[in-house]
C-alpha cells in the first residue's frame, strides 16, 4: 500500500498505516480488509450493511455480518446408513466445542443430491450449536470470488474466535482448494483473475485450515480432486452415499406427506425401491407436483425425467417376482435348504457365485436369499461399474462395495465374467488390475457378495476359491416344469410340457404377459405352443456341468 494520501485521511503517521496494514496485523488477518497484488486495498462488502444499521442496535453486529444456515429438513435417522461415521462425527465436534480446540476441519463428500448441507445442518442442529455459512454470495446477492470467499471465512473466524458454541459451513470447497471453479468464472467474464489468485497459495491454505478458532464443515461433490496436502488437513472426512430401500421408503413418506400428496405406505416404498435417486431428487420432485397439485403418477414421472438426465436411461432396480418360488431352480446344490441353513446361522461373511444358463433364476434367488437373510440388496451390473478411464472401473468396483457395507447390504453383481475374466488372456493391464480389486474386495467384505454369470467358463480360475459357494444352475426338470406351469397359469400342464428340456422360470412370466394380451391365457395348448416357441428360440447354449 503506497498511496500517500491514506495516512493524511487518516490522521495517522505513514508507519503507523504501514504496520496496521501488514499480512499479519489484526486488521488484515480478520478478514475485513485485503491488499491485492497491485497495492489496492479492499474492505469487505458485508460491512455495508453496518452503514444501515441504527446506532441502538450495535449488540447485533454478529448477526448482520455472518448468515446462519436455516434449518434442514432432512432427520438425524435419515443418515442411518452411515450411522458409524455419523455418530463418530458427533463425538468429535461435540468434544471439539466443549474444549475449543482449534484446527478442526471435517470433509463432508459425495454425489450431488446425496444431502451434504442438509446433513450438516442437521448435525448441528442436533449439537444445539449455531451454524454460519460462507461466502454464498457477494454484497450485490451475486456469485462470489474465491478471494471474497477467502476474505468471508476469515472474518467469520475472526469474529467467532471466542465462541465454543458455534460451527461454520463452507459449501462446495472446490472453489477454494482448487482451479476449477475461478477460472470457469474468468472465462465468463465476471471479474478479472490472476492465475497465482486463482490457484492460491497451499501455504497459505495450511495455516488457514491448521489455525481455525471454529471447526468448519467443507461439503465437496468432487473431494479427489482437492490438493492431498490440504485433504490431510481434515480432521475427519464422512463420506455420504446414496441411502438404502429402508432410509429412502422414509424420506419419500415425509416428503409426500410435506407436500399435501396423497399416497400409501406402499406408494412411498415402491419409489423407493423402483428409483435409485438421491435425498435432493425426492424433496425436488415432491415439492413440483406439489405445487401443481399432482398425484404420485406426477412424482413419478417427475422422478423419472430427473433420473435420465442425471443418469441417462438406466433400467430400474429389480425385484423378485411376488410369486417366486426356490423350488423352481434346478441346481447342483438344494436352493432352499442352503437359504434355510444360512438363516438359521446367522452368517453374514460369505460369497457366492451362480453360473447357468439365461432366465434360470441366478439373480432372484440372491435376492431371494438376502430377503431371508432380512437384508437389503445393492445391484450392481458389470456395465454400470466398467469406465473409460483408466482406474475408474477399480473406484467403482471399491465404491460398489463400500455403499454395501454402510448399507450393510447384500451386494449382488451381474455379468461377473466382465469383471473377474481370465487373467491368463488379458491384453491390457487394467483387465488384470480390475479382477485383483474384486478379489481383494470380496475377501475382506463383512457382508454377502454374490455374483452372477451366464458363462462360467470365462471367470478367472483363480476366482473360484474366493467364493464360498458355487452353485450351478440348469435348466427345469420335467417335474419342475409342470409345476412352473400350475404356479403361472393356475391349471394343469398338457403332457407336452414334460418334453420340453430347456425351459427355465424366466420363459414363464414372459409367456404369461403374452397369453394375457392375445387373451388366450384359459388355453393350455396355446400357452404350450408359446413355450415350446420360447425354448427353440434359445441358442445351442452348452449345458452347465458345474465347477
Same mark, same amino acid.
Given at each position: 500500500?503506497?498511496?500517500?494520501?491514506?495516512?493524511?485521511?487518516?490522521?495517522? =503517521?505513514?508507519?503507523?498505516?504501514?504496520?496496521?496494514?501488514?499480512?499479519?496485523?489484526?486488521?488484515?488477518? =480478520?478478514?475485513?480488509?485485503?491488499?491485492?497484488?497491485?497495492?489496492?486495498?479492499?474492505?469487505?462488502?458485508?460491512?455495508?450493511?453496518?452503514?444501515?444499521?441504527?446506532?441502538?442496535?450495535?449488540?447485533?453486529?454478529?448477526?448482520?455480518?455472518?448468515?446462519?444456515? !436455516?434449518?434442514?429438513?432432512?432427520?438425524?435417522?435419515?443418515?442411518?446408513? /452411515?450411522?458409524?461415521?455419523?455418530?463418530?462425527?458427533?463425538?468429535?465436534?461435540?468434544?471439539?466445542?466443549?474444549?475449543?480446540?482449534?484446527? /478442526?476441519?471435517?470433509?463432508?463428500?459425495?454425489?450431488?443430491?446425496?444431502?451434504?448441507?442438509?446433513?450438516?445442518?442437521?448435525?448441528?442442529?442436533?449439537?444445539?450449536?449455531?451454524?454460519? /455459512?460462507?461466502?454464498?454470495?457477494?454484497?450485490?446477492?451475486?456469485?462470489?470470488?474465491?478471494?471474497?470467499?477467502?476474505?468471508?471465512?476469515?472474518?467469520?473466524?475472526?469474529?467467532?474466535?471466542?465462541?465454543?458454541?458455534?460451527?461454520?459451513?463452507?459449501?462446495?470447497?472446490?472453489?477454494?482448494?482448487?482451479?476449477?471453479?475461478?477460472?470457469?468464472?474468468?472465462?465468463?467474464?465476471?471479474?478479472?483473475?490472476?492465475?497465482?489468485?486463482?490457484?492460491?497459495?497451499? /501455504?497459505?491454505?495450511?495455516?488457514?485450515?491448521?489455525?481455525?478458532?471454529?471447526?468448519?464443515?467443507? &461439503?465437496?461433490?468432487?473431494?479427489?480432486?482437492?490438493?492431498?496436502?490440504?485433504?490431510?488437513?481434515?480432521?475427519?472426512?464422512?463420506?455420504?452415499?446414496?441411502?438404502?430401500?429402508?432410509?429412502?421408503?422414509?424420506?419419500?413418506?415425509?416428503?409426500?406427506?410435506?407436500?399435501?400428496?396423497?399416497?400409501?405406505?406402499?406408494?412411498?416404498?415402491?419409489?423407493?425401491?423402483?428409483?435409485?435417486?438421491?435425498?435432493?431428487?425426492? !424433496?425436488?420432485?415432491?415439492?413440483?407436483?406439489?405445487?401443481?397439485?399432482?398425484?404420485?403418477?406426477?412424482?413419478?414421472?417427475?422422478?423419472?425425467?430427473?433420473?435420465?438426465?442425471?443418469?441417462?436411461?438406466?433400467?430400474?432396480?429389480?425385484?423378485?417376482?411376488?410369486?417366486?418360488?426356490?423350488?423352481?431352480?434346478?441346481?447342483?446344490?438344494?436352493?432352499?435348504?442352503?437359504?434355510?441353513?444360512?438363516?438359521?446361522?446367522?452368517?453374514?461373511?460369505?460369497?457366492? $457365485?451362480?453360473?447357468?444358463?439365461?432366465?434360470?433364476?441366478?439373480?432372484?434367488?440372491?435376492?431371494?436369499?438376502?430377503?431371508?437373510?432380512?437384508?437389503?440388496?445393492?445391484?450392481?451390473?458389470?456395465?454400470?461399474?466398467?469406465?473409460?478411464?483408466?482406474?475408474?472401473?477399480? &473406484?467403482?468396483?471399491?465404491?460398489?462395495?463400500?455403499?454395501?457395507?454402510?448399507?450393510?447390504?447384500?451386494?449382488?453383481?451381474?455379468?461377473?465374467?466382465?469383471?473377474?475374466?481370465?487373467?491368463?488372456?488379458?491384453?491390457?493391464?487394467?483387465?488384470?488390475?480390475?479382477?485383483?480389486?474384486?478379489?481383494?474386495?470380496?475377501?475382506?467384505?463383512?457382508?454377502? +457378495?454374490? $455374483?452372477?454369470?451366464?458363462?462360467?467358463?470365462?471367470?478367472?480360475?483363480?476366482?473360484?476359491?474366493?467364493?464360498?459357494?458355487?452353485?450351478?444352475?440348469?435348466?427345469? !426338470?420335467?417335474?419342475?416344469?409342470?409345476?412352473?406351469?400350475?404356479?403361472?397359469?393356475? &391349471?394343469?400342464?398338457?403332457?407336452?410340457?414334460?418334453?420340453?428340456?430347456?425351459?427355465?422360470?424366466?420363459?414363464?412370466? +414372459?409367456?404369461?404377459?403374452?397369453?394375457?394380451?392375445?387373451?388366450?391365457?384359459?388355453?393350455?395348448?396355446?400357452?404350450?405352443?408359446?413355450?415350446?416357441?420360447? $425354448?427353440?428360440?434359445?441358442?445351442?447354449?452348452?449345458?452347465?456341468?458345474?465347477?
Amino acid at each position: 500500500m503506497n498511496s500517500p494520501l491514506l495516512p493524511h485521511l487518516l490522521g495517522l =503517521s505513514a508507519g503507523a498505516v504501514h504496520r496496521r496494514l501488514a499480512p499479519d496485523a489484526p486488521l488484515m488477518t =480478520s478478514g475485513l480488509v485485503s491488499i491485492d497484488n497491485d497495492g489496492d486495498l479492499t474492505i469487505i462488502d458485508r460491512l455495508t450493511r453496518l452503514h444501515w444499521v441504527p446506532n441502538e442496535a450495535g449488540s447485533e453486529v454478529q448477526r448482520l455480518l455472518l448468515d446462519e444456515a !436455516s434449518a434442514g429438513e432432512l432427520r438425524w435417522s435419515d443418515f442411518d446408513h /452411515v450411522a458409524g461415521d455419523r455418530d463418530h462425527l458427533e463425538r468429535i465436534l461435540s468434544g471439539a466445542l466443549r474444549t475449543g480446540q482449534q484446527g /478442526v476441519n471435517v470433509l463432508v463428500y459425495g454425489p450431488p443430491g446425496t444431502g451434504k448441507t442438509e446433513f450438516c445442518r442437521t448435525l448441528a442442529a442436533r449439537l444445539q450449536a449455531p451454524l454460519y /455459512v460462507v461466502g454464498e454470495s457477494d454484497a450485490a446477492g451475486d456469485e462470489p470470488s474465491r478471494h471474497e470467499r477467502i476474505q468471508e471465512l476469515r472474518l467469520a473466524q475472526g469474529l467467532l474466535a471466542g465462541d465454543r458454541r458455534s460451527l461454520l459451513l463452507f459449501d462446495e470447497m472446490e472453489d477454494l482448494l482448487s482451479r476449477q471453479g475461478e477460472l470457469l468464472a474468468a472465462l465468463l467474464g465476471s471479474r478479472r483473475v490472476s492465475a497465482r489468485s486463482a490457484e492460491g497459495s497451499k /501455504v497459505f491454505m495450511n495455516r488457514l485450515l491448521e489455525q481455525t478458532p471454529v471447526p468448519i464443515l467443507w &461439503t465437496s461433490n468432487a473431494a479427489r480432486s482437492t490438493s492431498p496436502v490440504l485433504l490431510r488437513r481434515m480432521m475427519f472426512a464422512l463420506e455420504l452415499r446414496q441411502p438404502p430401500p429402508k432410509v429412502r421408503e422414509r424420506i419419500w413418506t415425509r416428503q409426500l406427506a410435506q407436500h399435501g400428496i396423497k399416497a400409501s405406505p406402499e406408494d412411498a416404498r415402491a419409489l423407493a425401491r423402483e428409483f435409485d435417486v438421491t435425498p435432493g431428487v425426492a !424433496s425436488g420432485v415432491t415439492a413440483a407436483a406439489g405445487v401443481g397439485g399432482g398425484t404420485v403418477a406426477d412424482v413419478r414421472r417427475g422422478v423419472r425425467g430427473l433420473a435420465r438426465v442425471l443418469s441417462g436411461d438406466a433400467p430400474p432396480s429389480q425385484r423378485t417376482p411376488d410369486n417366486y418360488d426356490p423350488a423352481l431352480i434346478r441346481a447342483d446344490m438344494d436352493p432352499v435348504q442352503l437359504a434355510d441353513r444360512l438363516a438359521a446361522s446367522g452368517a453374514r461373511h460369505f460369497s457366492m $457365485c451362480l453360473q447357468g444358463p439365461p432366465g434360470t433364476g441366478k439373480s432372484a434367488y440372491a435376492r431371494y436369499l438376502a430377503g431371508r437373510l432380512g437384508l437389503e440388496v445393492v445391484q450392481k451390473r458389470a456395465s454400470d461399474l466398467m469406465s473409460m478411464w483408466v482406474g475408474g472401473t477399480e &473406484t467403482n468396483i471399491a465404491d460398489a462395495f463400500a455403499e454395501a457395507r454402510d448399507a450393510e447390504a447384500f451386494l449382488v453383481f451381474d455379468e461377473a465374467d466382465s469383471l473377474l475374466a481370465d487373467r491368463r488372456l488379458a491384453e491390457r493391464h487394467w483387465e488384470v488390475s480390475q479382477v485383483n480389486e474384486m478379489l481383494t474386495w470380496m475377501e475382506s467384505h463383512p457382508f454377502p +457378495v454374490a $455374483c452372477t454369470t451366464n458363462f462360467g467358463e470365462r471367470l478367472d480360475p483363480a476366482t473360484l476359491r474366493r467364493f464360498t459357494f458355487k452353485i450351478a444352475l440348469d435348466y427345469l !426338470s420335467s417335474e419342475q416344469a409342470r409345476a412352473a406351469f400350475r404356479v403361472y397359469f393356475g &391349471t394343469e400342464p398338457p403332457a407336452e410340457i414334460a418334453g420340453l428340456r430347456t425351459l427355465t422360470p424366466g420363459d414363464f412370466p +414372459v409367456v404369461l404377459r403374452r397369453a394375457e394380451i392375445l387373451g388366450c391365457l384359459r388355453n393350455p395348448e396355446a400357452v404350450t405352443a408359446m413355450l415350446r416357441a420360447e $425354448c427353440e428360440a434359445k441358442p445351442r447354449f452348452l449345458r452347465s456341468i458345474g465347477f
